[in-house]
Structure formats: C-alpha cells, structure tokens
C-alpha cells in the first residue's frame, strides 16, 4: 500500500512576518495518520489546533488565513506550497505569533527544513483526491477564473496579466506537469512580488509591514529593484502557481487532475477547492496499491530526492531581471 508520510524529527525556524512585521518562531513535527496539518498559536494562553483545510479559512487578503473564533494564523500557503509539493500528509506547525514567517518569500526555505528533517512512511494509506468532473469559479465583473479538470496526472497551467513594463519582457504563461523534483526545481524557488507604488497604502491598511528586499521582489516603475534581480525568468507566473498549490493543498490531500488558472489570487483559489467540495459528485477519494500504480507525477514522492536539489532552491540568483 501507498502510504501516508510525515516528519522524521522536529525542526524549528524563525524569521518576519510579511504582513504583521512580527518577529515569529515556528516549530514543524510530526503528527499521528490521518491527523493532517494542523497549526498551534503558542504565545496564547489556550491551545487550540487549527486544521489547514477549507473548512478554516477566514481571510483570503494578499495571503490565506485560518482561524477560529478570535485565534488566526496567516499566510500559511508557502508552507503549504511545501508540504504539498513534497507529499507531506501529517504535521503539526506551532508558531508564536498570528503569522508564518516569510523567510525569503518563496517555498525553497520550507522545502529545505522538511528535507533536512527527513520523512517517514506511516501505517495508513495515502489518499489522493481525483477529479472527475470539471469544476470552474469566475471572478464577478472581471476574468479571473480558475478550474480543475479531469486527468490521470497533476499538472498545472497559469496565467497573469498585469499592464506595467516589469512584464512586458516577462513570460505571462507558465505550464508544469507536476513531480516533487520539478515543484523544488522550478517552482518553489519563486518569490512574492509587489510593487513599490502600493507601499504605503498597504501598509496603512495593516499589510506589507514586514515587507522587504530580502523577502519580496519590488517592482518600481519599470523593472524589479532588486538588486539581485530574478531567480527565474517567469518567477511573477511561478509564484502564482507556487500560491495555487498552496491553497489547494487545503483540501487535505493530494490532487491528481489539472488546475487551470488565469489571473487566479488566493481569494480564487479558495472558492475553487470550496466548489470543489460543495460538488461530491466531481471528485473520488483514491489509493493505491503499489508504486507502479501511482500517477507518474507522484512516484517521486517515495524516492529520495538528493540534498542537492533542495540546495539548488536556495541558490540566490539565476537571471538578471
């Protein structure tokens, strides 16, 4: 049987939070089967677990938030983006404050961390979420859509389009048939961008506090400003779909189908995997048997990928913006 897995041992991290501006520690451990991923605030005076599922989801502003009640933790989806891109199904995510630090803005940190830790296969059989039927959301007033369609692997295909020269010289497309190799590879490594005309005004709503060169690609009026420039030449349409693995990886599990996405945020992404739950009749809980049977995409999943691919995302810079 094709098995579940989580973390081999307990890892720790700290760093800023993009929107809060607060300095937060996180500790990443394993967690029992069938418990799924879970976070704990740990500067409150109550325990209170919080499942990364839909179900959770109070805020979906620049970023996508879980909570209950008055307890809330944002800006999960990178850590997610990584889990779900390593095939981690259990784990338990305490944080001391009510954000993930952003680490450099991409999932390559987080992919690092679980790795460095190690994963372990569990006892319960790992359960993939396929689709069966199409299911689709729009935007109201405008064309930002996204879908999930039938297929008997997981890929990815997406879209951006914003009027501003950064993009111009930019791929505005980017298309990816899904395997943990490839997700370290080409997608994780991708960096949230924002613009520098837009500063203030977030800020002043309480946003982008924590925000920086070191964690953010800053676009001015014609081109990004960082002085390092950019890790891939489509990392604007890579971090998207970095995004849309996060927020899919919500439903609990693994998808095999092909996500659609054009001009999709994390507000689109959710209503997606809601649709999507709200529609029995367009998806089936599957397992499998043996490795063979797998989806390619998947079969990596249960190989070891070298250290050296994990280092690569790290790598600082690629092209020159």
Not at 62 to 90: K, P, Q, R, W, Y
Not at 98 to 111: H, L, N, R, T, Y
Not at 248 to 261: A, D, P, R, S
Not at 264 to 277: D, E, F, M, P, W
Request: proline share 4%; aromatic share 8%.
């Amino acid at each position: 049987m094709i098995n579940q897995k989580t973390l081999r041992n307990e890892i720790r991290a700290s760093g800023i939070g993009l929107h809060t501006g607060f300095n937060a520690q996180i500790s990443i451990q394993p967690a029992p089967p069938n418990t799924g991923i879970s976070f704990v605030r740990k500067d409150l005076d109550s325990v209170l677990e919080i499942s990364a599922s839909v179900e959770s989801v109070v805020d979906t502003t620049l970023s996508t938030t879980i909570g209950h009640g008055d307890v809330a933790i944002s800006t999960i989806e990178h850590l997610m983006a990584a889990f779900a891109g390593l095939g981690v199904d259990n784990a338990l995510v305490e944080v001391n404050g009510p954000e993930i630090p952003i680490m450099d803005g991409s999932s390559a940190p987080f992919v690092f961390l679980i790795q460095s830790a190690g994963l372990v296969e569990q006892s319960s059989a790992k359960k993939f979420i396929k689709i069966s039927d199409e299911v689709g959301v729009q935007s109201a007033g405008s064309d930002t859509h996204a879908g999930l369609l039938p297929s008997d692997d997981f890929s990815l295909r997406f879209r951006i389009e914003y009027d501003h020269p950064a993009f111009y010289d930019q791929s505005d497309y980017a298309a990816m048939d899904f395997s943990q190799t490839a997700f370290i590879k080409n997608v994780s490594r991708a960096r949230t961008f924002g613009f520098l005309a837009d500063y203030e005004r977030l800020k002043s709503m309480n946003l982008a506090r924590g925000g920086s060169f070191d964690n953010t690609l800053v676009i001015g009026e014609s081109s990004v400003i960082n002085e390092e420039g950019l890790r891939l030449k489509d990392e604007f349409v890579k971090h998207k779909m970095l995004d849309a693995i996060g927020d899919l990886f919500l439903l609990g599990h693994n998808v095999i189908g092909t996500f659609v996405g054009h001009r999709s945020g994390h507000r689109t992404n959710y209503q997606l995997a809601k649709s999507l739950i709200d529609a029995p009749q367009a998806w089936e809980y599957v397992t499998f048997e043996n490795r063979s049977e797998l989806p390619v995409c998947y079969r990596d999943f249960y190989d070891e990928v070298p250290a050296s691919v994990a280092e690569e995302a790290l790598e600082p810079v690629a092209v020159a913006a």
